[in-house]
């Protein structure tokens, strides 16, 4: 296990210098967008290929996938409660602001950096379920409550849900990693050495995007719904993390097991969620300022809790 303070304190310097050359005007939050679109469908993918396809997989890592699946679920049922007297546009808003992670771009470079290929593997496999939280559960509620819908219902079919999930490479390179860990078959040695170099590009780049779209001018309207969104995020997903990490055994469950899954339920909101508020027709103001917010809490708790689960 390396230094958790160093790993953060580079990690966080490679943020700022995104932060710094967007501010200098060198990279602007277009030029992010383009790199967004490299990690989410070239670097991502060759992180999953290289490390899910080689996976020792046993019965217990069903639970990891399986937590955020169900955590997602959990959180449309509160949202429903804490957010039903919002009109629909806010409500849907609140709603994708609660469930799902930006699993990949921010924890999974901090996690390389401290546990290696081990902890990359165990957040890899939250990051299967978590696909599955953003793609069918956050789409489907923002789609419900969107203002492109004239009434109260919404065309949810397979069809649509279905080719939302063919749209995501990171989860086709999930698919495809399974497949291969599976039927034991070896890749060609050039293929091997060419996911490899790819694969190392992404936590920088990752780390790197982060301060880039990092935006620190924001609207002083709409706070309330904002913080509730944010505090009803947070003390669910610190107190379910807990809960969790003190009563699985820890005869079945590895002690960095149990860290992984508390520090899952504490990650920022999936940067997904801006171009789905774009395609959904919400405001993209809020939901930025939501996403902005929550990177530098989970960064702050994610720090805290390794420091304290791990001593």
Do not use: H
């Not at 081990?118 to 957040?123: H, K, R, S, T």
């Not at 719904?225 to 969790?244: A, D, E, N, T, V």
């Not at 005869?251 to 940067?271: C, D």
């Amino acid at each position: 296990m390396a230094d958790v303070n160093t790993v953060f304190l580079i990690s966080l310097t490679i943020i700022a210098i995104g932060y710094f050359l967007k501010r200098t005007k060198v990279l602007t939050e277009e030029n992010g967008d383009v790199i967004a679109k490299i990690i989410f469908n070239l670097t991502l993918p060759a992180v999953i290929l290289k490390v899910t396809s080689a996976i020792q997989f046993e019965l217990t890592l069903i639970l990891l996938p399986l937590i955020n699946i169900l955590f997602g679920i959990f959180m449309v049922f509160i949202g429903l409660i804490f957010f039903k007297k919002y009109p629909r546009n806010a409500k849907g808003i609140l709603l994708m602001s609660i469930i799902g992670f930006n699993i990949a771009n921010f924890s999974f470079p901090l996690i390389e950096g401290i546990w290696g290929e081990v902890g990359l593997q165990l957040i890899a496999m939250i990051d299967a379920g978590n696909a599955v939280s953003i793609f069918i559960t956050c789409f489907t509620m923002g789609r419900i409550y969107s203002s492109k819908n004239n009434d109260e219902k919404t065309a949810i079919t397979f069809k649509n849900t279905f080719s939302s999930l063919l749209k995501s490479v990171p989860l086709i390179s999930y698919v495809l990693a399974i497949i291969i860990n599976f039927s034991g078959l070896t890749l060609p040695f050039f293929l091997i050495n060419l996911i490899d170099i790819v694969s190392r590009a992404n936590s920088p780049l990752a780390l790197l995007i982060l301060g880039v779209f990092l935006n620190f001018k924001f609207q002083k309207d709409q706070w309330m719904m904002i913080g509730k969104s944010l505090l009803i995020r947070y003390s669910l997903g610190l107190s379910c993390g807990l809960i969790l990490y003190f009563l699985l055994p820890a005869t079945f469950f590895s002690q960095l097991f149990r860290i992984i899954i508390a520090i899952s339920l504490i990650l920022p909101v999936g940067l997904a969620v801006i171009p789905f508020s774009v395609e959904l027709e919400y405001e993209k103001k809020v939901i930025t300022i939501i996403v902005n917010l929550s990177i530098l809490i989970s960064f702050g708790l994610m720090w805290i809790l390794i420091l304290l689960l791990s001593g």
